[in-house]
């Protein structure tokens, strides 16, 4: 009687051999779609741009098109968007979609006699590089972080939530490894030993006002200026050399610069449920849009439903999303479709995938031993093919046996051994090694150059 682990050995390896001659590559190739935005629609007739920054309803720049006077925005000769009237708030861009408004904040600072002429501990403010509390629907997200940037000073923020106390937010500055050369001139630490601090923000801040506190023991006399700001998580790029110079002030203070600040963004100061209750000021005007609360404050935002994109504040603002054109953000390995809503993804003619959308498509070889042996290649489970008794008696011995096979039939056509070298490689795995250097004198030059080794 035939032994079952050498009869499992040898229809693994002649499977092998013969799936070799006949297995097609299958390449599913995508046309890549260009990138594209979220629709930023304007009410018919408003102004929907200035400069380069998109303006969606609710927000406008003239009567009748923003939704309440909060949502008022100012655009400066067709070139900057402004939230507020005297213009020191720079709108870089409006992100319906997340609920966001990305604006442009110069940083507070204090230099010369302002910095040196101060008693130590005692803090003085620094009026221009707070957020006054002047928009009811936006607050300070904590997608930012509160960052101070000199030598031997603290910086604080003291901000006012809703409904809460203040908060106060600080950290405190050395340049002890700068001084001592633990760090690098260039060093890109900020870790308060550098000339840098870093501080998170609290939730739901909906102002905030930076100030300064000298410490005792520091000479300032090598400090030009120290500088606080909140600013997006990892935009900025700390450098030592900001910490004694004044190129900070230069980047970020001078008119018209500033750092990135996310403001996160609602619509009411209602629930859903509450303001569902009100068709005419329900915000959510989309018949594919839904209703979202935001968490840990009161108010709500708008969203297009899933499969949609656009504006949801606006009738008929939500439109289908062609998932087709989008492969990186709606997968499919095989055939994309369309649908109202959604997509479909399904394997081409002669193909087959337990889930094309994730798994790719694999030839269809009909019916029998081969087609099993592809389809269980496929996702590296060729050990299945066997009977389940050989399965059992052959133990970890089947498992690496099967491991060969799927890695030879890796190797390209001409470098996979032939019927008659099988008995060579059948010999040769008895402590689980294939050295297939060792069957040069048998096998094509490329392939005894390969070694296969089970861990």
């Known amino acids: 009687m035939a032994c079952p682990l050498l009869t499992g050995k040898k229809l693994l390896l002649s499977s092998l051999l013969v799936v070799a001659s006949t297995t097609l590559t299958l390449t599913l190739k995508h046309t890549a779609a260009s990138t594209s935005s979220l ?37 400066e000769d067709d070139h900057a968007v402004y939230l507020q009237e005297h213009k020191k708030l720079k709108v870089l861009q409006f992100e319906l ?22 008693a130590v501990g005692i803090p003085w403010v620094v009026h221009d590089g707070g957020l006054a509390d002047d928009y009811p ?33 600080g950290c405190r500055s050395f340049c002890d490894d700068v001084d001592s050369n633990i760090v690098e001139e260039n060093s890109t630490q900020c870790n308060g030993n550098t000339g840098c601090c870093q501080a998170s923000i609290p939730g739901n801040l909906r102002a905030f006002q930076p100030s300064f506190l000298k410490m005792s023991g520091v000479n300032y006399s090598g400090v030009p200026c120290v500088y606080a700001f909140v600013v997006e998580q990892k935009w900025f790029k700390f450098k030592t050399s900001y910490a004694k110079s004044m190129e900070l002030y230069s980047k970020y203070r001078n008119k018209g610069t500033g750092v990135p600040l996310v403001l996160d963004l609602v619509v009411g100061n209602e629930t859903c449920d509450e303001a569902k209750r009100n068709a005419l000021s329900y915000a959510c005007k989309a018949t594919n849009s839904s209703c979202i609360d935001r968490p840990s404050r009161s108010g709500y935002l708008c969203n297009c439903s899933q499969g949609y994109e656009g504006n949801p504040y606006l009738h008929g603002g939500c439109q289908d999303i062609n998932e087709c054109d989008y492969p990186w953000l709606y997968p499919c390995k095989g055939n994309c479709r369309n649908k109202i809503g959604n997509y479909a993804c399904s394997c081409p003619s002669g193909t087959q995938s ?19 042996f592809v389809n269980l290649h496929s996702v590296g489970n060729l050990v ?19 491991q060969l096979a799927i890695s030879c039939i890796e190797l390209r056509g001409e ?18 090694t294939c050295d297939i250097r060792n069957l040069s004198s048998v096998l094509p030059v490329n392939f005894a150059q390969t070694t296969i080794t089970f861990t």
């Open 39 to 75: 629709a930023f629609a304007a009410l018919p007739g408003c102004p929907d741009k200035c400069g380069n920054v998109s303006i969606p309803y609710p927000f406008g720049t003239i009567d009748g098109c923003f939704r309440e006077p909060p949502f008022r925005v100012y655009c």
């Open 137 to 169: 629907y936006l607050t300070i997200s904590t997608k930012n972080q509160f960052t101070a940037v000199g030598c031997g000073i603290a910086a604080i923020i003291v901000g006012q939530g809703e409904n809460q106390p203040d908060y106060t937010v």
């Open 415 to 432: 470098d996979r051994p032939t019927m008659r070298q099988t008995p060579k490689l059948q010999s040769m795995d008895d402590h689980a």
């Open 354 to 372: 337990k889930d094309p959308k994730i798994i790719p498509c694999t030839p269809t070889i009909g019916d029998g031993l081969v087609a099993d």
């Open 97 to 118: 979609a997340q609920g966001e408004v990305l604006i442009q904040k110069r940083i507070a600072t204090s230099c010369g006699v302002n910095l040196t002429g101060k």
């Open 384 to 402: 299945q093919m066997l009977d389940s008794q050989v399965i059992e008696e052959g133990g970890t011995e089947i498992q690496e046996v099967s």
